[in-house]
């Protein structure tokens, strides 16, 4: 069973872990996304399992897996969410958060203080239906994958529309259900259009410049990818959702690695097993890397499900400015951070 595979040396090794399942305070209940802030902190935000009360919420960490609490709980007033999908930052200091329960963005500072919120549902200028992927440029501008009316909006960072491109199909500069954004450092928009199995690349203005990858589950091949994330050099790197992986592209959109992911203990969980010192015992007897002897045991699925350092719903990939990759391993509970070579 190859977890690694490359065409070239690697692009992207192994780090650490942070998180651990908890429906509330420290830990993560079905993460879907993260932002890497310029205070050092990680802001996850989790959705939890049938929109639960207790486990919506953002949870504040760090890179040494710090613990500076929570923010944006189950609710539907100022400062609380139903379904928190994505997350993204500006410049100010400010979190954008999209709900696609109540067809809405949240915005907050960097101590969880609520300060607005803005949409509704509908298909109109700055209406959304179940809006997903978020980001920002370098001018405060806000763009956002509405998700199921196959388009983007873009808006000023006071949440004021601008403009709106793309429709439903599956031609250049049409959707099916586009989910992650991301503004890459040269200012273009690479959007992971799911529902299409491949990503899309635009100019701010919304004008089409390239499409990347092909339905499949071969290298380079993509199955409703969720999330990407574009550096300094153009490499894309893409939870390719539907095939429980991470794929990493060249600027010219070449397949250079595929990760299947590579999770150890995260501090919080090696700080519970020494507690409950029988799930610890058991835990290290167990095979944690068993021969499935089931029917699909060849299914990327099922091998996730079994398989425990393997990605299960990779949802988003992240980067920070040290060079590191963190991705919301939403089925697990966890983030996976590699480290660019």
């Known amino acids: 069973m190859r977890t690694n595979m ?7 090794e192994y780090d650490l872990t942070i998180g651990l399942i908890a429906m509330e305070g420290r830990g993560f209940e079905y993460p879907t996304d993260l932002v890497a802030a310029e205070n050092g902190r990680l802001y996850v935000a989790n959705r939890a399992r049938d929109l639960g009360e207790r486990g919506v919420r953002v949870t504040v960490t760090d890179i040494d897996s710090g613990y500076y609490g929570t923010f944006a709980h189950h609710g539907t007033g100022g ?28 915005v ?36 956002i994958a509405d998700t199921h009316n196959n388009r983007i909006q873009k808006f000023t960072s006071g949440g004021e529309f601008v403009l709106a491109f793309g ?8 959707f099916e259900m ?33 499409s990347y990858g092909r339905p499949g589950s071969g290298d380079g091949e993509l199955l409703r990818p969720s999330g990407l994330a574009v550096d300094e050099r153009g490499y ?12 990493v592209f060249d600027a010219g959109g070449e397949f250079l690695q595929s990760l299947r992911g590579e999770a150890g203990l995260s501090k919080w969980a090696a700080n519970f097993l020494e507690v409950n010192r029988e799930e610890g015992e058991a ?13 699909d045991a060849d299914d990327p699925h099922t091998q996730s499900g079994y398989i425990e350092k393997y990605f299960w719903a990779p949802m988003s990939v992240k980067l920070d400015t040290a060079g590191r990759v963190y991705i919301t391993d939403g089925n697990r509970h966890r983030i996976q951070v590699y480290r660019r070579v």
């Not at 429709?167 to 049409?174: K, L, P, Q, Y």
């Not at 503004?183 to 410049?209: H, M």
């Open 6 to 12: 490359s065409k070239q040396d690697s692009v992207l």
């Open 79 to 106: 400062g609380n969410m139903i379904s928190p999908m994505c997350i993204a930052k500006d410049g100010q200091g400010r979190l954008y958060i999209t709900d696609d329960y109540t067809h809405s963005v949240s």
């Open 108 to 143: 907050f500072d960097f101590d969880g203080n609520f300060i607005r919120r803005w949409g509704s549902r509908g298909d109109g200028n700055g209406e959304f239906n179940g809006p997903s992927g978020i980001d920002t440029d370098s001018d405060g501008d806000i763009y």
């Open 167 to 174: 429709s439903r199909g599956d031609g250049n500069g049409e």
């Open 178 to 210: 586009p989910w992650g954004i991301t503004v890459a450092p040269s200012g273009d928009l690479y959007i992971a259009d799911w529902g299409n199995d491949r990503i899309q690349r635009f100019s701010s203005a919304g004008e089409f410049v390239a």
């Open 236 to 247: 894309m790197y893409v939870s390719d959702w539907g095939n429980e992986r991470v794929q």
């Open 283 to 295: 835990r290290a007897k167990s095979n944690l890397e068993p021969t499935l002897q089931v029917d």
